[in-house]
């Protein structure tokens, strides 16, 4: 059972629109990850927030941004959408200590 | 940088057979975790099992061991006795403290009856 929820599951949008992607970490969940899985390929660090700080990025452009919440949600936003944005995008989230993360379900984005 | 290597981008096994899914990493890091994760086509990665590095050790998860060579950089997974539902990719993933996981391609994994 997944204690890690991501919402929506399945989104399509333009190209240069913006998009919102969510996630629910379970309780007490204080570090939460985004990456970026392209189809046929392994999940990209996009990057990570701690106590509602990002102390990690990815190699990706400032148009990917993000937020955490105090509740454990946090929100990965992608301004100015490209095609090749197309992917999946996995949430992940962790107690803080190097055993592991708990993954979602994922958010697959298509860029039309 | 770190990197991690899966050089079997597909593999098949039948069922209640035994296969080894192979892992190589590079790292200048002495403690850090390594992962097996399933992603079944329900997209969710579910982790198998977890190594760490100054463990000597072999983890094992029922049905689920590996072989972990650290001079090598190696870290294999053994699946023993297969089952149908064991049928998903499955990604090697390296953790350095409590950094980002960095991935390999992954491998895909059928199982025939």
């Known amino acids: 059972e997944t204690g890690v929820t991501q919402s929506p599951t399945h989104l399509i949008k333009t190209r240069g629109q913006q998009v919102t992607l969510r996630c629910s970490s379970q309780?007490?969940?204080?570090?939460v990850s985004w990456y970026q899985q392209a189809l046929g390929q392994g999940p990209q660090f996009i990057f990570q927030?701690?106590?509602?700080?990002?102390?990690g990025r990815g190699n990706f452009p400032p148009r990917f941004s993000g937020l955490q919440f105090p509740n454990y949600s946090s929100e990965l936003n992608v301004n100015a959408l490209e095609l090749d944005d197309s992917a999946l995008y996995l949430c992940?989230?962790?107690?803080?200590?190097?055993?592991?993360?708990?993954f979602g379900s994922g958010t697959r984005l298509t860029v039309v | 940088a770190q990197t991690v290597t899966q050089s079997q981008p597909e593999m098949s096994v039948q069922e209640a057979e035994t296969v080894t899914l192979s892992c190589t990493y590079d790292?200048?890091?002495?403690?850090?975790?390594l992962f097996w994760y399933k992603q079944p086509p329900s997209r969710q990665m579910i982790l198998v099992i977890r190594?760490?590095?100054?463990?000597?050790q072999n983890a094992t998860e029922n049905r689920f061991s590996v072989n972990f060579q650290k001079a090598a950089k190696s870290f294999s997974l053994k699946i023993s006795d297969s089952q149908l539902g064991d049928a998903a990719m499955y990604f090697c993933?390296?953790?350095?403290?409590?950094?980002?996981?960095?991935f390999g391609t992954g491998t895909r994994l059928q199982v025939f009856p």
């Open positions: 190594q760490e590095a100054y463990k000597q």
């Open positions: 927030y701690y106590r509602e700080e990002e102390n």
């Open positions: 790292t200048s890091e002495s403690d850090y975790y």
């Open positions: 993933a390296y953790l350095y403290n409590t950094d980002k996981l960095i």
């Open positions: 309780s007490g969940h204080n570090t």
């Open positions: 992940a989230s962790s107690t803080g200590t190097p055993s592991g993360y708990t």
